[in-house]
């Protein structure tokens, strides 16, 4: 009997989002008897779901070890960090020459539903975090170029933790308008205009500024995750 591919997708979506928010410890065997009763799946489900993983970089295995968490180390965030400014950088340039302008002024609309939102009283950083994502992918997909959006969601999956902790800091510190709003706006001002290299330097600029803060980030995320 066939299992439905529901299942398998099911299990996959409910540990990535545990995996990507530090669920499990870094570098932490992962106890399949114990997920398949909490994700209520049988264990070849699961397995399909974790190493769905492994290779989309989430989690490792070690041969006759099983499934680990993966590491959280500076290095590690700060390619990550680079290789999304690389791809994003592309692709903003592309999208300053290939978006529909119909497009780009939904996603304007977007933005400013997204400035509402960060107002309302009580908005969780997680919350603020998935606006964010949700416009640099908008963005992305402007580019028309659909192999950079799943890179780009898959980055951002691997540094929602950290980056989490960082718009957090930068938020209380500055406000979410300084940090996501208003460098928001430049970039897709110059998207509008078609320009470039302008938005190109735009996007630049928002992504780099908080390359320096990587190693201060990942040990407020280790304090976090390891906090009694």
């Given amino acids: 009997m066939t299992r439905p591919q529901g299942t398998v997708e099911r299990t996959y979506c409910q540990l990535k ?66 290789a999304r400014a690389a791809i994003e950088c592309e ?13 780009v002024l939904e996603l304007e609309r977007l933005l400013e539903q997204s400035h509402a939102a960060e107002y309302q009283p009580g908005t969780s950083p997680v919350a603020l975090v998935k606006l964010d994502e949700d416009f640099h992918l908008r963005l992305t997909g402007l580019s028309g170029n659909a192999e950079m959006v799943r890179m780009l969601e898959n980055m951002n999956g691997r540094i929602h933790y950290v980056r989490l902790i960082d718009l957090k800091t930068l938020s209380e510190r500055d406000g979410p308008d300084v940090i996501t709003t208003e460098p928001h706006k430049r970039i897709l001002d110059a ?23 990587i190693t201060i980030n990942v040990r407020s995320a280790f304090a976090q995750l390891y906090a009694p």
């Fill in 191 to 213: 998207v509008k205009r078609k320009d470039p290299d302008a938005a190109q330097l735009e996007m630049r600029r928002h992504i780099e500024r908080r390359l320096e803060a």
């Fill in 91 to 103: 692709a903003v340039k592309l999208a300053a020459m290939r978006a529909n302008p119909a497009d």
């Fill in 17 to 82: 989002e545990m995996a990507a928010n530090y669920a499990f410890k870094p570098d932490s065997r992962l106890n399949e008897s114990e997920l398949s009763k909490k994700l209520e799946t049988s264990r070849t489900p699961l397995r399909e779901a974790l190493n769905r993983l492994v290779a989309e970089g989430f989690l490792t295995s070690r041969s006759g070890q099983g499934f680990f968490c993966r590491s959280l180390n500076p290095t590690e965030i700060m390619n990550l960090y680079e």
